[in-house]
């Protein structure tokens, strides 16, 4: 009989600095459990200390460390320089070395239960995850490892894979560390070398391949985006899980992927506002934010960040039923004000009202009187929204009169695709369109028929 590989524990650890308060500091913990939980891992235990700052060589002070070491079962001891065993995680854990910490024996988890796994919801230097892992006999991974080993495993098409990938490298070159049999060096080309500086320059060499290989791929994704330079444009944006994706499922009537965790979307996808609109309106959904997100992967996903940059309309969507909803909003915004975006013209969208009880929907409309308050569940929440779309673009339209002549009768596809059509008339120089859609699509058209 097939059984389902056991989860892998795991224990968080979170600093609280002086300038963090209990709230955001337990939203930020919870926040990091799911993400460790989206990764495939189980919570098993938390340890958490207010610090004044994370630069110490082990992170936490000695007594919460050996608080860690009761959990995990390592050795407590960091002074150590010798590389960290290669066995299995396992297999670290059997035994404790003479000289462990004495441990309350309530306080620790039973050994088939130990954790495998330290996260920490700090990014940490390598010498501190060297440090950590002598000490707990554990594999220790900050958040921004995590964040980017989600990214890894969700990654689906061509050009978001080639951009996690070069994120991740670029995180793993300075974690680099050399193997338990030593760092001998290398015999025949690249003699010389050793076994790390090898690994690290194979590293650069895959980067810089990996960089051009994603150079290609997004000039096809510029051209596909000039295409739709003219054409009415909104982009959802916001938080991960704020429910974007399926806001997009109930605005274009399309199957993306919706599922209750975070970074479920990392593609673009861009669909038709439905029922179709004429000109018509296309709505994308982009990869979500969250604290600490990785410079690297704001770099990489530069191609998908840019759908937001050369939207005509910002939607931030905000899950209105988290507490912490105004962190995220302002991580929102400080991503898109990174890459400029936030000059775009844009609205914010309460989402998951109805998650939000009388009182909260009260307050909520007292704080923002402008958002748009909704649940993407609701059907005439969600027509609300698309009614308010269509009138933000109504509002940037011009009427303006087209002459097609009789030979160039082919183009009145893109008349129609890109403009809609008040009134059709003939005359001896061809069919008289009055058309009405934003200044830009007109002047392509227009210098379209004057140049075919």
């Given amino acids: 009989m097939d059984t ?15 300038e963090v308060d209990d709230v955001a500091h337990q939203a930020s913990l919870e926040e990091l459990g799911r993400l460790v939980k989206t990764l495939g891992y189980e919570v098993v235990g938390t340890v958490s200390q207010r610090r004044e700052g994370t630069g110490a060589g082990a992170l936490l002070g000695s007594g919460k460390l050996a608080e860690l070491v009761a959990i995990t079962g390592g ?26 910490p004495t441990r309350d024996p309530e306080a620790a988890i039973a050994p088939a239960r130990k954790p495998e796994f330290v996260i920490v919801d700090h990014e940490l230097s390598p010498s501190q995850i060297r440090n950590l892992e002598r000490a707990t006999g554990a594999q220790v991974l900050d958040r921004t490892g995590i964040i980017v080993e989600i990214f890894h495993r969700h990654a689906n098409t061509r050009e978001a894979k080639l951009q996690v990938e070069m994120a991740r490298l670029k995180y793993v070159a300075p974690r680099l560390r050399e193997s338990s049999g030593g760092g001998g060096r290398q015999q025949g080309p690249g003699a010389g070398e050793s076994n790390l500086d090898l690994d690290r320059r ?66 673009t996808t861009v669909r038709t506002l439905q029922p179709e609109t004429r000109p018509r309106v296309l709505v994308s959904d982009t990869v979500g934010f969250i604290k600490q997100l990785p410079h690297d992967l704001v770099a990489s996903f530069r191609s998908t960040l840019t759908e937001a940059l050369e939207a005509s309309l910002l939607l931030y969507v905000v899950d209105a039923s988290d507490p912490t909803y105004e962190a995220q909003l302002e991580v929102s915004r400080g991503v898109l004000r990174e890459i400029g975006a936030d000059v775009v013209p844009s609205r914010l969208v309460l989402n998951k009202m109805d998650r939000v009880d009388a009182t909260g929907r009260a307050a909520l409309r007292e704080k923002h009187p402008d ?30 009169v087209l002459v097609l002549p009789y030979a160039k009768q082919g183009l009145i596809g893109e008349v129609y695709e890109s403009t809609r059509v008040l009134s059709e008339e003939y005359d001896e120089s061809g069919r008289v369109l009055k058309v009405r859609g934003l200044p830009g699509a007109i002047a392509r ?5 004057v140049a075919s």
């Fill in 445 to 449: 058209l227009q210098r379209g028929l």
């Fill in 202 to 267: 194979k590293i650069r060499d895959r980067l810089a391949e990996l960089k051009e290989q994603l150079e290609a791929v997004q000039r096809d994704s510029d051209n596909r985006r000039a295409a739709r330079r003219d054409q009415l444009r909104v982009a959802l944006v916001g938080y991960t899980n704020a429910g974007k994706s399926s806001l997009m499922r109930a605005l274009t009537g399309s199957q993306v992927l919706v599922e209750d965790k975070l970074f479920a979307t990392l593609d």
């Fill in 75 to 100: 050795t407590g001891v960091v002074g150590s320089m010798a590389p960290p065993p290669r066995s299995k995680a396992r297999q670290r854990f059997e035994g404790v070395a003479e000289g462990t």
């Fill in 371 to 400: 958002a748009i308050l909704l649940s993407a569940h609701v059907p005439e929440d969600v027509s609300a929204l698309r009614d308010t779309i269509i009138s933000f673009f109504e509002a940037e339209m011009v009427e303006d």
């Fill in 4 to 18: 389902k590989p056991p989860v892998p524990p795991a224990v968080l650890v979170g600093i609280q600095k002086p």
